[in-house]
Nanobody, 122 residues
Framework: QVQLVESGGGLVQAGSSLRLSCAASGGTFSNYNMGWFRQAPGKEREFVASITGNGGWTLYGDSVKGRFTISRDNAKKTVYLQMNGLKPEDTAVYYC???????????????WGQGSQVTVSS
């Protein structure tokens, strides 16, 4: 098992940037594909980005391509989400998750953080 804790969210203006961090403990971190998902009030959870265990491959949801970058530091057991050019529609609770299997489907991610609120003002 791996435990995940997100940090770095906040209230920002449209067009600005934030970097989210997700610190892991337990398990063997490099064995996990890591992902970021988000959920706005009244909406279903949405895939944002994922990265393979060794950081060699990344995948992004269409709504964030070209704006967000996922990365990881296995020595620090941390995964990051750099968010640039933020838009009001990016407002959501952002969750990091760990998968021993897939890289995009929420059902493949067995461990989840408790979320970090990102609010983008218009």
């Amino acid at each position: 098992q791996v435990q995940l804790v997100e940090s770095g969210g906040g209230l920002v203006q449209a067009g600005s940037s934030l970097r989210l961090s997700c610190a892991a403990s337990g398990g063997t971190f490099s064995n996990y594909n890591m992902g970021w998902f988000r959920q706005a009030p009244g909406k279903e959870r949405e895939f944002v980005a994922s990265i393979t265990g060794n950081g060699g491959w990344t995948l992004y949801g269409d709504s964030v391509k070209g704006r967000f970058t996922i990365s990881r530091d296995n020595a620090k057991k941390t995964v990051y989400l750099q968010m640039n050019g933020l838009k009001p529609e990016d407002t959501a609770v952002y969750y990091c998750a760990a998968s021993g299997r897939g890289v995009v489907a929420a059902r493949d991610f067995g461990s989840w953080g408790q979320g970090s609120q990102v609010t983008v003002s218009s």
